[in-house]
């Protein structure tokens, strides 16, 4: 019984559907209408003819909400397989962020210089600003916007999480 | 389920119109009887309405009828249920009658037209976004945009609404789609490309509910709709598992006649007006089979009080319904029937002999509980108390050996009759469980009399309820459909009036039904008969006349206006809290404000 009275963790949640008009507007619905919690949703589609979408969503709740969460997405007619990556085994989460940087003189050297570190790469620059592409887990876009924020941080265009399980086995 | 699928022939796919094409589809799909009512969207479904016979179109008052009515067809017959309504305001009336048959699990397949598809998004006349209105409120929904996929959608419906948890679906059709000439393709032979329910239940769960059962000492089985949706062999199944094992057996509100209310081992309803002997063997049980049931708040009261002592075996179609509630030790995932099935060969062969000396002892606590006699009432006096008024109609059905079929409206009568009336076969109970819908039962018995042209199908309904939709005495009329109305007539809401009473200080806010129609009249009017009793001596007299009369017929019976439900569970309260009846009023009292929040 203790794990529905689990303290809420985190789940990365990956999701295949039959790329249709209205799936999105059917799973955001579900997450709304059963008041569940979404941190960030992606979703494009995957296989070669276009017909097959794959949404990640990373959700957070107890045990049990996760469960029904997963149970939820399935019913959905144009679902075709949910996966819980969290529980499923070590897995590899990645965002893109283009972050830009507004300053002069010193600051201008120092973002570099962090960006560097970080490798997040210059792809776009003015006399005044810069603009970065990195990716990498959430954490680490948040330590970077961190750093850059005194510098001049001034805008932040973030994917959300994509996410996909290590070894050989596929979700299809 | 659409990659195989080509054309019929090449001249079916020059000759027919869209319309055509969805009407040929519902012949294919088995369709006989479509509840409907036109306007401007649908009128080319209309104009193929118009050029055949093989489908009978019955024209309702209101399209929220159309559903409940589609409703009642398919909960009495097993098959799907059919709807036509027109856009716009044609949809929005239906949403309630969807949201009705989601939450019952009732398959059902609605047409909604739609403003051609070069004026959609454009707030054209009667446009409402159908497919974004009707998402939450269906199993799934379509919108057709292209012709070539409109048989294709049509036939994927029906699989959908009948297969797995059945469910409400929505095809939303825009007016060239209708027009224009469309292909006929035949329904797939291949599977649904993602929707896929699993019916056959795992082996190896099965082995663990039967080591589960054959060691109770305090088992109870609690069986719900999902016996009832899984065909009448289901409930048969049900019958033999119960009888070998020797186990109590209650039905949910939705699950009545999945089990024969005569059986002596049937312990009745549970639930918030379940009977005392029912939920005391829940709360007390060691060992619960839960089949085609999903723990509603209506069963379970407090959460954390439910049953708290017992392993749980929960077998469901829908894997979602399983730990939503109450966590269970062992979940099925699968049909009632195959599950049902599978257990009763598991218990055969499982050579684990039962403790019958524990049975025994339950049994004799169970007839205990029984002995309390929870649902006795008085009849005494000049004035008749619903629940003898219920019970004399059952009685009385019951003598005469007719196929009866029962549909309620939401309240207080709701419950009577669920606790009076006896039902012993599936599909011959028709009630809005889930979502609750005052209005449902004139239209659904409608549906149930269309689908059973000789039975006698008789609306329980109380007098604030019928008015909800009592539009449809003229489909009645129409129809010649003799539909019987039943109302016990307290002049209040009587639910509404029954919790103010115990939880709000007995301030009656606006639960009095004030200027009721003379409803003699009112049948009158409809080109029906109307019978009034108001004496308990004329009640069974009055009752034969309605039965005799071969016409629809409203039977408007006054009845004691202060009269409580009981017995009942109190909002937040467990099953060994029930009240049983005026006496232990006072328990309400005691009712927390995390109660009073609980609808």
């Known amino acids: ?172 | 389920m659409s990659a195989a699928t080509k054309p019929a022939s090449t001249e079916a796919a020059l000759t027919m119109s869209g319309a055509e094409v969805v009407l040929r589809a519902l012949k294919d799909n088995g369709v006989e009887v479509i509840f409907g009512y036109p306007g401007g969207a649908v009128l080319p479904i209309y104009d193929a309405i118009f050029n055949q016979n093989a489908i009978r179109h019955i024209l309702v008052r209101h399209e929220q009828a159309a559903v409940h009515a589609a409703e009642g067809y398919a909960r009495s017959t097993g098959k799907v249920g059919c709807v036509l309504v027109t856009s716009g305001p044609g949809a929005t009336n239906a949403v309630t009658g969807l949201v009705d048959a989601l939450l019952d699990s009732i398959p059902i397949v609605c047409l909604t037209g739609q403003v051609p598809t070069h004026l959609i998004g454009n707030d054209a006349f009667q446009e409402a976004d159908t497919t974004g209105i009707t998402r939450p409120a269906t199993k799934h929904n379509y919108l057709v945009k292209k012709s070539a996929d409109l048989a294709r959608v049509v036939h994927e419906a029906f699989y959908v609404a009948k297969s797995g948890r059945p469910g409400p679906v929505v095809i939303d059709l825009p007016k060239d789609i209708l027009i224009n000439k469309a292909p006929y393709t035949e329904a797939p032979k291949t599977e649904h490309r993602s929707y896929r329910p699993q019916t056959e239940p795992d082996a190896e769960q099965i082995r663990k509910a039967i080591a589960l059962l054959k060691h109770a000492k305090k088992p109870i089985v609690y069986a719900g709709g999902g016996v009832i949706n899984a065909g009448p062999e289901a409930s048969r199944l049900l019958a033999d598992f119960v009888h070998m094992t020797g186990f109590p057996c209650t039905n949910t509100l939705m699950g009545l006649g999945a089990f024969p209310a005569d059986d002596k081992q049937f312990v009745g309803m549970l639930g918030m007006h379940g009977t005392y002997e029912a939920n005391l063997a829940m709360h007390d049980c060691d060992v619960m089979l839960n089949i085609g049931a999903r723990f509603d708040d209506r069963v379970t009261g407090r959460l954390n009080a439910f049953s708290p002592n017992s392993k749980k075996i929960h077998a469901d179609i829908d894997p979602s319904s399983i730990n939503k509630n109450v966590p269970v030790e062992v979940p099925i995932v699968g049909d009632a029937g195959r599950v049902l099935a599978a257990l009763i060969a598991a218990w055969k062969e499982d050579g684990a002999a039962q403790d019958k000396a524990a049975l025994t002892t339950w049994w004799r606590r169970i007839d205990e509980w029984r002995g309390i006699d929870c649902l006795r009432y008085r009849q005494e006096g000049k004035i008749i108390k619903p629940q003898h008024a219920v019970k004399r109609l059952y009685e009385i059905t019951r003598e005469l050996g007719r196929e009866t079929f029962i549909s309620t409206e939401v309240g207080q009568h709701q419950m009577w009759a669920a606790q009076y009336f006896g039902f012993q076969k599936p599909n011959r109970w028709m009630t809005s469980g889930g979502l609750g819908t005052m209005g449902y039962g004139l239209p659904a018995a409608m549906g149930v009399q269309i689908a059973h042209p000789d039975a006698l199908c008789i609306d329980i309904a109380g007098e604030a309820s019928i008015l909800m939709n009592i539009q449809e005495m003229g489909t009645l009329a129409q129809y010649r459909l003799p539909v019987k109305v039943f109302i016990l007539n307290n002049e209040y809401m009587g639910m509404v009036r029954q919790w103010q009473e115990l939880l709000h200080g007995g301030r009656y806010s606006e639960s009095y039904s004030a200027a009721l129609p003379d409803f003699v009249k009112l049948a009158e009017s409809f080109h029906a008969k109307g019978i009034r009793v108001t004496d308990p001596a004329d009640l069974d007299a009055g009752i034969r006349e309605m039965i005799a009369h071969p016409g629809p017929v409203i039977a408007d019976i006054a009845v004691a206006k202060d009269e409580n439900c009981f017995p009942m569970i109190p909002s937040g309260a467990a099953h060994n809290e029930m009240i049983l009846g005026p006496d232990q009023e006072g328990g309400v009292a005691g009712v927390t404000d995390e109660g009073k929040v609980l609808v």
């Open chain 1, 1 to 172: 019984m203790s794990e529905f009275d689990s303290a809420p963790r985190a789940a990365t949640i990956a999701v295949l559907v039959e790329n249709e008009p209205g799936i999105l507007a059917r799973v955001v619905g579900l997450f709304s209408g059963r008041g569940y919690n979404i941190d960030s949703l992606t979703v494009a589609p995957v296989d070669e003819t276009g017909r097959i979408s794959r949404i990640t969503i990373v959700t957070s709740g107890t045990e049990m909400v996760i469960e029904q969460i997963k149970a939820q997405l399935d019913r959905l007619v144009p679902v075709h397989k949910v996966s819980d990556l969290t529980l499923e085994g070590p897995h590899l989460t990645r965002e893109l962020a283009l972050i830009k940087v507004v300053g002069t003189g010193d600051d201008r050297v120092e973002a570099l210089r962090l960006a560097d570190a970080f490798r997040a790469r210059v792809v776009d620059a003015t006399t005044t600003s810069f603009v970065f592409e990195m990716t990498g887990a959430g954490d680490k876009i948040d330590a970077f916007c961190a750093l850059m924020r005194p510098i001049g941080l001034a805008e932040v265009s973030r994917t959300g999480a994509v996410a996909i399980a290590r070894g050989p086995r596929g979700l299809i």
